[in-house]
């Protein structure tokens, strides 16, 4: 049922947003010269694939986690972007072709070698990754990663279509912050 309301949403989510793509999409043009960040994380069953989002940053930023990368990284677009959530609209492709879900842990990177074993130990990897999810409402990031694996276990556990559709809901109204980046 869950995997139904990721591709209807994503689908409509694409179709109607496409002007605010189009126009954030220029916009980045002139951030950054490259607007769209591709990045390799941990999928379901420890499969790769490649996340796209909205570039936040400056192109020469290392290929980190956000709570590692420095706040001086971030362009004044890409600061609206993250305050926004806009940058994540982009993944709304990865919940259409079924490598993520709008509902579920948020996908590491495969150098985050503590929080893949959290992960591994709790079953996180049985599930898509998500955009948000338990975590994210209750700004648990990757810089605790023990805390955030045991969070997202107990998010699977009892995710159910309500909790779906809350935690969507709570992440529309600005609820979390996303991943901290150090200052």
Not at 35 to 56: A, D, I
Not at 69 to 76: F, M, N, V, Y
Not at 84 to 89: H, N, S, V, Y
Not at 113 to 124: D, T
Request: overall charge positive; glycine content about 8%; some cysteine.
């Amino acid at each position: 049922m869950i995997r139904f309301f990721d591709f209807v949403f994503s689908l409509a989510g694409l179709v109607v947003g496409l002007p605010v793509l189009v126009i954030l999409y220029v916009i980045g043009l002139f951030d950054t010269g490259s607007p769209l960040f591709f990045q390799e994380r941990v999928g379901r069953n420890k499969k790769p694939f490649t996340l796209v989002k909205f570039r936040t940053m400056k192109v020469d930023t290392a290929s980190v986690a956000s709570h590692l990368a420095s706040a001086s990284s971030i362009t004044k677009f890409g600061a609206f972007l993250r305050r926004t959530k806009l940058d994540e609209l982009p993944q709304l492709w990865n919940v259409l072709k079924g490598e993520m879900s709008l509902v579920g842990p948020r996908p590491g990177l495969f150098n985050q070698e503590e929080l893949s074993a959290a992960r591994e130990k709790h079953g996180v990897f049985l599930v898509r990754p998500g955009i948000t999810g338990l975590a994210q409402v209750n700004e648990i990031d990757m810089s605790t990663p023990v805390l955030l694996a045991e969070t997202d276990a107990k998010m699977i556990a009892s995710l159910c279509v309500k909790d779906y559709f809350k935690y969507i809901f709570m992440t529309v109204l600005g609820k979390g912050s996303g991943d901290r980046v150090k200052g």
